[in-house]
Nanobody, 120 residues
Framework: QVQLVESGGGLVQPGGSLRLSCAAS????????MAWYRQAPGKERELVAR???????NYASSARGRFTISRDNAKNTVYLQMNSLKPEDTAVYYC??????????????WGQGTLVTVSS
């Protein structure tokens, strides 16, 4: 019943900025981690950024210094602010949430993906 809805993808020029959003809804007792992954055609899906329940973050080396992951706990929403975008950032970006239910079990859910295209 838990669902993730992503938004914010689109076409931007190199050096531009974009902000992705991912809103979670459903029966979530607590969130363990929220993350953004991306996958380009012919490439493996890779972790871009992750934020854990205690607020700790980690980034892919290619994203560090340019991307910022943040969260709004009241809205169960995670954001990815992307600055200084490069053509190499072009990919489908997927939101991922690891959460605990009221029954004490952990699950993982994926968003539908949002396309980011960086091109002049």
């Amino acid at each position: 019943q838990v669902q993730l809805v992503e938004s914010g993808g689109g076409l931007v020029q190199p050096g531009g900025s974009l902000r992705l959003s991912c809103a979670a809804s459903g029966r979530i007792f607590s969130v363990n981690a929220m993350a953004w992954y991306r996958q380009a055609p012919g490439k493996e899906r890779e972790l871009v950024a992750r934020i854990t329940s205690d607020g700790s973050t980690n980034y892919a080396s290619s994203a560090r210094g340019r991307f910022t992951i943040s969260r709004d706990n009241a809205k169960n929403t995670v954001y990815l602010q992307m600055n200084s975008l490069k053509p190499e950032d072009t990919a489908v970006y997927y939101c991922n949430v690891n959460y605990d239910t009221h029954y004490g079990r952990s699950f993982e859910v994926w968003g539908q993906g949002t396309l980011v295209t960086v091109s002049s």
